[in-house]
């Protein structure tokens, strides 16, 4: 099993940043693939950004969803098995919980029901 956590959640104006983190715990895998999905209220939940092999050393890539590109950032810290979203620009449309999530397979996918762990989610709010 693989327990995520998420943190860094909260209520921002447009135009800042907030960065979320999710951390991993449990039988993790460096060549498993990690992501950021979110749901706003009504919606279905959409593919923000992900790492395939997250904690891998190398061979490691990114991919983003087009609505956050160039305004969202994806990174990680190996040693604390930890995955960040950096978001920069925020709008109101970006308003929804973000969910981080990880899958047995190291390769990319942007489907949620890819990936077989979840954490709790986050909130953020961005008002205009």
């Known amino acids: 099993q693989v327990q995520l956590v998420e943190s860094g959640g909260g209520l921002v104006q447009a135009g800042g940043s907030l960065t979320l983190s999710c951390a991993a715990s449990g039988r993790t895998s460096h060549s498993s693939a990690m992501a950021w999905f979110r749901q706003a209220p009504g919606k279905e939940r959409e593919f923000v950004a992900a790492?395939?092999?997250?904690?891998?050393?190398?061979?490691?890539?990114?991919n983003y969803a087009d609505s956050v590109k160039d305004r969202f950032t994806i990174s990680r810290d190996n040693a604390k098995s930890t995955v960040y979203l950096q978001m920069n620009s925020l709008k109101p449309e970006d308003t929804a919980t973000y969910y981080c999530?990880?899958?047995?397979?190291?390769?990319?996918?942007?489907?949620?029901?890819?990936?077989?762990?979840w954490g709790q989610g986050t909130q953020v709010t961005v008002s205009s």
């Open positions: 790492f395939t092999s997250a904690f891998s050393w190398t061979g490691s890539s990114t």
């Open positions: 999530a990880a899958r047995n397979s190291g390769t990319y996918s942007a489907q949620a029901v890819s990936y077989q762990y």
